[in-house]
């Protein structure tokens, strides 16, 4: 009986620490203050909206939406996906290379890409997210930056109820005070929800 007593004291001492680091990370979660409606970081600079002159909207000028574009989505800045579409109906992303079909140094298509030894990978640039904004290209992004750390989550929802349990992930996000976006997936059979984090 003792044994028993004592297990039931531990797990409950256990629960109660567990209640409190729930509080301590929702804290974590929530504004400094009231008034900072959202809050990023970059390379240790951290940008506050605290009016609604400070929002990005269809009016500003695009070097504040390539801004903020960049700030939500900043993966890896050395590298970035580019989206290609084959004549019967394929399609995929492969890191943009400066050396891509140019016949002196590019393998394809008899070879890979992985082991071209002529690979010049592209860096993210001002202008490369401009283009994507504008659609004149299509760029993806690698979440997982070099030191094994991100800046955003991003949960795939595609399968038969995914509309159901997009919703409730959703929720469950408002239940416990994490902002997430959704979006409607490319193909429409489907949908993204994003989590981004204040710090990497």
Known sequence: MDDLEERLKRVLEECAQLREENIRLRKLLM????????QFSTEGET???????DYV???SPSSKKVNLFWNLFHGRDDVYP???EARKGRSGYSPACA???NRKFCLKPKGKCADCQNRSLLPVTEEVIRDHLQGKQTIGVYPLLTDDRCRFLAVDFDKEDWQDDILTFQRTCREMSIPAAMERSRSGNGAHLWIFFQDP
């Open 31 to 38: 504004p400094a203050q009231e008034k900072r409606l959202f």
């Open 99 to 101: 050396n891509e079909w």
């Open 82 to 84: 580019l989206r290609w």
């Open 57 to 59: 909207t269809n009016a």
């Open 47 to 53: 940008q506050i909206f605290e009016s609604p002159a």
